[in-house]
């Protein structure tokens, strides 16, 4: 019998790429999906790549308590309002994929001081578990509700979680620079995503910080035993996927490049998402577009490390992370549904 499924918020680039996914996958049958915008439409008028592979009408999230059960809801509401209908799922006996913010943090204050709100279920912060598969694969398996993680967190997370968990990162000494495709800044028209306004053009998002940046301190902290703190700076790009995360830091000892590599690849052996590429050999956006894969290259420039992440933010970065996670909550094997390479060119 496959695995019965909601979707919440299905419209967004988030939940396109999530609902390509589901389509492919043999384990599971979607039964509904939510739209505010587009309730009473079938989701491939909505989107019509879909056709053909996906004909479900959208509900209003209001109607929520008239839709079917199911084994596990994926949310992709923003942040701030998916909160309250997670805890209404997770109240049916479901088990729920968190694509927002909200469950992120443990300390319920840093998630109330990054987004200005008030959080209403604190319990829930401490029963979540953070969806980063190759850091918590053994509490992702028992887990009720997971936390997926943000596009820009996993790029700095797993470019330095080994030397964060080595306890070989200075922890004020991490500089992360990330380039990212426009799709991270979501569906709904701005005049920032405009094509003249974002054609041919390199734009920085914020300096003085990003609502990620205390989820990469949190985990790297975690990893590490120890308060680290980073200085994270994202730009967009005129690309509709990928990232590209150049992240600098010290180590408290130098250390060579081999000695770095083999850290790396101790730490990410057996780890089938994670492609560390030859020492001299950077990753690119393109070699990743469309899949599940993170590219990581690493090197030297004098004392500073510097790692270099590629992964396309709606896959690695959100919705293919979603379904990793699913397939490691319900005993799929981890890559069902999963395993296609970048298109290319």
């Known amino acids: 019998m496959r695995l019965k499924i909601g979707v919440l ?9 999530l609902l390509r996914l ?3 996958h043999p384990g599971v049958e979607v039964l509904w999906l939510t739209s505010e915008k587009f309730a009473g439409k079938d989701i491939s008028e909505v989107f019509p790549h879909l056709r053909g592979f996906l004909e479900i009408e959208c509900s209003s ?19 701030g309002t998916s909160m309250h209908f997670v805890k209404r799922l997770l109240d049916t006996g479901a088990r ?44 992702i398996m028992g887990a009720r509700l997971i936390a997926n993680p943000g596009c820009y967190a996993t790029s700095v997370i797993l470019g330095l979680a080994p030397l964060a968990a080595e306890g070989l990162l200075k922890g004020d000494s991490v500089i992360a620079d990330i380039k990212s495709g ?32 205390p989820e990469i301190e949190q985990e790297l902290s975690n990893l590490a ?32 490049l081999d000695k770095a590599y083999g ?50 933010n709606l896959g690695k970065g959100a919705s293919g992370q979603a379904i990793q996670n699913m397939n490691i909550m319900f005993d799929f094997p981890e890559t069902e549904g999963l395993l296609s390479t970048a298109i290319y060119p």
Request: aromatic share 12%.
């Open 225 to 256: 035993d120890t308060s680290i703190k980073v200085t994270f700076i994202p730009h967009t790009v005129p690309l509709n996927r990928g990232i590209l995360a150049t992240v600098y830091c010290r180590l408290k000892k130098k250390d060579s």
């Open 9 to 17: 918020g299905a419209t967004g680039y988030t939940g396109a790429e």
């Open 61 to 79: 999230v209001q109607k929520l308590k008239e839709l079917d059960k199911v084994d596990l809801a994926f949310s992709c509401l923003p942040h």
């Open 22 to 24: 589901l389509a492919n």
């Open 263 to 312: 850290i790396y690849e101790k730490f990410y052996r057996q780890k089938r998402f994670i492609r560390l590429l030859e020492k001299g050999s950077y990753p690119s956006t393109k070699n990743v577009r469309y899949s599940n894969m993170c590219d990581i290259g690493a090197g030297f420039q004098d004392d500073v490390f510097v790692s270099v992440v590629a992964l396309d």
């Open 96 to 139: 729920v994929i968190d694509l927002s913010s909200d469950f992120r943090f443990s300390d319920m204050g840093v998630y109330e001081d990054w987004f200005k709100s008030t959080h209403k279920y604190k319990n829930y912060l401490k029963e979540a578990v953070y969806g980063l598969p190759e850091i918590y694969k053994e509490q």
């Open 182 to 213: 426009l799709s991270g800044g979501g569906r709904a028209p701005s005049l920032g995503h405009h094509f003249p306004e974002a054609n041919e053009s390199v734009n920085i998002d914020s300096v003085s910080g990003h609502n990620q940046r």
